[in-house]
Each structure stands twice: as structure tokens, then as C-alpha cells.
T-cell receptor, first 113, second 114 residues
Framework: AQSVTQLGSHVSVSEGALVLLRCNYS??????LFWYVQYPNQGLQLLLKYTSAATLVKGINGFEAEFKKSETSFHLTKPSAHMSDAAEYFCAVVSGGYQKVTFGTGTKLQVIP | DTAVSQTPKYLVTQMGNDKSIKCEQNLGHDTMYWYKQDSKKFLKIMFSYNNKELIINETVPNRFSPKSPDKAHLNLHINSLELGDSAVYFC?????????????FGEGSRLTVL
């Protein structure tokens, strides 16, 4: 079954610093990989999606992610963190024969002024 | 207009009571889901319905009973509430996952069982 693993439940960066949130997927190539963001007391919203069309995917709010098959990774990056980026970030994959979306355990991003 | 809306946003109740959460989507999607998010933010799928038909039931206790009167609505009824049911319950909808894979979430319903 397809699954994703997020490394690091908490990440702290200084405002203006690089953001790197890590996600690895299970070995068979997934059809879709996602990053979702959850701001406090809100639902999840899609940041970006990998669909095999391009390995470097650009999303909203300046985030991007690179699909690396050799490393089974789909890490999320942003060159310069902003205070408004503080949130919970979830990596996810379509699984179960396209029946469901399975989420990683989430990474809480803290941005320090 | 809110795409996926859930009511109520907050529920506080005693153990043993029964409660319901309602969800409606106006996106024209065929599939709707219930996810449970625990205190550690872990998200786990509970149920999914496609055109009113139950597709996924992820080993959820029988006390949880989803109901989909039509493809735009998916409700969740919980009997005999237990302390461990305290969580945030998210409704979501999607087109065919094979086509897009994207989920649209409601804002969540925070259930507190005392």
C-alpha cells in the first residue's frame, strides 16, 4: 500500500531563512503526491501536487517540491520563510487503488522573527 | 460561498450521548469523506462515499454511522460517545481520485467528550 513518511514533527526556521520539510514515499511510484497546509483552527488546503508531468512542482505562496525517484522523496521547500507560513504541513499520497488519500503525520513549521 | 461546509463547528457533550455532524458540498463532486484528526494532528480516513454508495469503511467502531442522502451531503452520527472520540472531524470531497487526486476540506468540527 502507498504511504508517506514525514521526517521531523517540528521544524523551526528564522524569518527569511530557507524552509525544508521532508517527505518520503513508499517504494512503488505513486500516481499522485501532495503537500497540504493547515493553518490553526482551519481545514487543510492544497499547496501543490505531483502528477508525473514535471518533477519540480510549484505551488501557492512560493512553495515548491521536487519529486526524486532515486531517493523516493518529495521534499517541500521555500527560499525565504515568512511569519504567515507558520502552520502544520502534511504530505499525502493517493492510495488504495485510487480509493483514498493517505496523509503523513504532519510537520509543524514555526517561524521565528 | 463555502465549498465544503460542516455543522456544527464545535460540540461539547457528555460520555454516552449521541451526536451528529452534517456536511454539505457545492462543488458537484461525486465522492465525500470523513477524516478524524486526533490531538497529535494525525489524520485518518474513516469513511468515503461515492454517489451515495459506501466505498471505504476503515475499521471504525459500529458506534459511528455515516449517511449520505445524496451526493452533496454526508452526515456522521456517533452513538454512545466515549472520551476517545474527542477529536476534530473533517469532511472532504473530491472528483474521481484517478483524475485529480485533490481533496477539498471543510473547516472541521471539534468534538469534546467530557
Amino acid at each position: 500500500a502507498q504511504s508517506v513518511t514525514q521526517l521531523g514533527s517540528h521544524v523551526s526556521v528564522s524569518e527569511g531563512a530557507l524552509v525544508l520539510l521532508r517527505c518520503n514515499y513508499s517504494s512503488s511510484v505513486p500516481p499522485y503526491l501532495f503537500w497540504y497546509v493547515q493553518y490553526p483552527n482551519q481545514g487543510l488546503q492544497l499547496l501543490l501536487k505531483y502528477t508525473s508531468a514535471a518533477t519540480l512542482v510549484k505551488g501557492i505562496n512560493g512553495f515548491e517540491a521536487e519529486f526524486k525517484k532515486s531517493e523516493t522523496s518529495f521534499h517541500l521547500t521555500k527560499p525565504s520563510a515568512h511569519m504567515s507560513d507558520a502552520a502544520e504541513y502534511f504530505c499525502a499520497v493517493v492510495s488504495g487503488g485510487y480509493q483514498k488519500v493517505t496523509f503523513g503525520t504532519g510537520t509543524k513549521l514555526q517561524v521565528i522573527p | 460561498d463555502t465549498a465544503v461546509s460542516q455543522t456544527p463547528k464545535y460540540l461539547v457533550t457528555q460520555m454516552g450521548n449521541d451526536k451528529s455532524i452534517k456536511c454539505e458540498q457545492n462543488l458537484g463532486h461525486d465522492t465525500m469523506y470523513w477524516y478524524k484528526q486526533d490531538s497529535k494532528k494525525f489524520l485518518k480516513i474513516m469513511f468515503s462515499y461515492n454517489n451515495k454508495e459506501l466505498i471505504i469503511n476503515e475499521t471504525v467502531p459500529n458506534r459511528f454511522s455515516p449517511k449520505s442522502p445524496d451526493k452533496a451531503h454526508l452526515n456522521l452520527h456517533i452513538n454512545s460517545l466515549e472520551l476517545g472520540d474527542s477529536a476534530v472531524y473533517f469532511c472532504a470531497s473530491s472528483q474521481e481520485l484517478r483524475d485529480t487526486g485533490e481533496l477539498f476540506f471543510g473547516e472541521g468540527s471539534r468534538l469534546t467528550v467530557l
